[in-house]
């Protein structure tokens, strides 16, 4: 059943230098979360539309964090928002990524900007034993650099312009570590020219791997057509709900 709460706002602050890091109370639902399940947020009734945002961690003890960007309207609207202050949520949404499909083998975690939040999430499941590539614009973009650090075996921090870490795509030193290390999975989320990308080195090396799509979305209960994605089915090209069917996905299904 899906939960419309009215989620107080615990805590807000800026991340790094283009982030958002807010705590949620949403009560019993925070047990429903897991990484790369989603919540939708109302943004303020002059925006019809909730915003759809990773779920990055949660506690047992009612609570949720997500870690966000202001893109537009409804992201700064949210960036203004305050402790004590009441949002609607809906609620943990999406299917996740499957974390038992690595077969007791480490994971290869592969972030992409924003993609980093549900990513850290399911580095903390896997209790050391995962191994983060992340990638980011430049050294201002970087975020969860400490968390991530926290909760996996390594972290390879990339930047497009070389302004910190390695300098460079994160595929390439993913590829390097699928050749240096057995892994049972790969998750990905990022943008699509990332997950693309991702995807063939996953088929080359012969790893699975489940991607988290972002695309626009419009109710984010599969109700609407907005967040539709192309897949290969049976009987050719189908279309799938990336709210009700996914965000993830067998990175083998997606066509890119
Ligand atoms: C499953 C999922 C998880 C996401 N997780 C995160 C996250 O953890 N942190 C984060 O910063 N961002 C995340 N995003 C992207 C985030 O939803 C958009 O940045 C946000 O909706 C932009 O809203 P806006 O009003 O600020 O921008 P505007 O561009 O003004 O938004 C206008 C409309 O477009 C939709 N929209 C715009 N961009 C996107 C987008 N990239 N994806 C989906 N809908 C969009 C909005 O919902 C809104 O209806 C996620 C998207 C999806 C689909």
């Known amino acids: 059943m899906i939960k419309d709460l009215k989620a107080e706002i615990r805590k807000i602050s800026a991340v790094g230098k283009t982030a958002f890091d807010l705590s949620l109370f949403v009560g019993d639902a925070a047990r429903e979360a897991s990484p790369g399940r989603f919540v939708s947020v109302g943004c303020g009734q002059a925006r019809l539309l909730r915003r759809p945002l990773s779920i990055c ?3 047992s003890d009612g609570l949720i964090r997500l870690v966000f960007e202001v893109r537009g309207e409804g992201t700064r609207w949210l960036s ?3 402790a004590g202050e009441t949002l609607d949520v809906l609620g943990p949404l999406g299917n996740g990524f499957d974390l038992k499909a690595s077969y007791g083998l480490p994971a290869l975690l ?9 990513i850290l999430f399911a580095a903390k499941r896997f209790d050391g034993e995962s191994d983060i590539v992340a990638g980011f614009r430049d050294r201002d973009a970087v975020i969860l650099e400490e968390d991530m650090r926290k909760a996996a075996g390594t972290v390879t921090i990339c930047t497009d312009d070389g302004s910190y870490g390695e300098c460079g795509l994160v595929t390439v030193r993913a590829e390097r570590l699928l050749k240096e290390k057995k892994y049972g999975i790969i998750y990905a989320c990022g943008p699509a020219p990332m997950l693309k990308a991702v995807a063939k080195l996953s088929e080359s090396h ?3 791997c489940q991607v988290s799509l972002e695309e626009r979305m419009g109710c984010a209960v599969g109700a ?11 009987d050719g090209i189908e279309y799938k709900h990336v709210c009700k069917d996914g965000p993830v996905f067998n990175a083998g299904e997606v066509v890119f």
């Open 57 to 59: 961690d949660a506690s």
């Open 80 to 82: 203004e928002r305050r």
């Open 110 to 118: 592969i972030a992409g900007g924003i993609g980093a939040p549900p």
């Open 206 to 208: 012969r790893v699975p």
């Open 224 to 234: 609407c057509l907005v967040c539709a994605c192309a897949v290969r089915g049976e």
